[in-house]
């Protein structure tokens, strides 16, 4: 909602200040909504980021991050100002019930691997055993993703 490249720009500055430095950045993708269909096209973006603080601090931080962009949790995939995700966490797996990483839902969709493809297309996902390419190639999702 609102000013989605300047939304995004913006969740990158908090990251960098509450979690650390974003060391890669994708170039940014114009999606067709993903789950709730009657809704504008998203903008998103896959960033890497350094952090000394452990997984669910960083969700913490993500949480208060959305929430300080003014992100209010109503139905699922609604719209929304911003939605920042744990993708992976180095090659950790973590399956708890507040946190699940990797990111289980990587492989279903194109909006995240094909950014995800940009930067890192040869990283295996450590639950799948696959690279990142893999996944693209075999994934159902047929949603328009396009470069902006």
């Not at 000013?3 to 650390?20: F, R, T, W, Y």
């Not at 289980?104 to 194109?110: D, H, V, W």
Request: charge should be positive; aromatic fraction near 4%.
């Amino acid at each position: 909602m609102g000013n989605s490249q300047k939304q995004l720009d913006k969740a990158i500055v908090n990251i960098e200040k509450k979690i650390g430095a974003v060391v890669r950045r994708s170039g940014i993708y114009k999606t067709a909504a993903w789950g709730k269909t009657d809704q504008p096209d998203f903008l998103n973006q896959v960033v890497v980021a350094n952090t000394n603080l452990t997984a669910v601090e960083t969700m913490e931080s993500i949480l208060a991050i959305e929430s300080a962009m003014g992100r209010v949790r109503s139905e699922k995939n609604a719209p929304r100002i911003i939605d920042i995700d744990i993708l992976f966490f180095g090659k950790e797996i973590i399956n708890e019930k507040e946190l699940i990483i990797p990111h289980p839902a990587i492989q279903l969709r194109r909006f995240v691997l094909i950014p995800m493809n940009e930067l890192s297309p040869n990283f295996i996902h450590p639950v799948l055993k696959k690279t990142i390419h893999q996944l693209l190639l075999k994934c159902p999702d047929k949603l328009d993703v396009k470069k902006i």
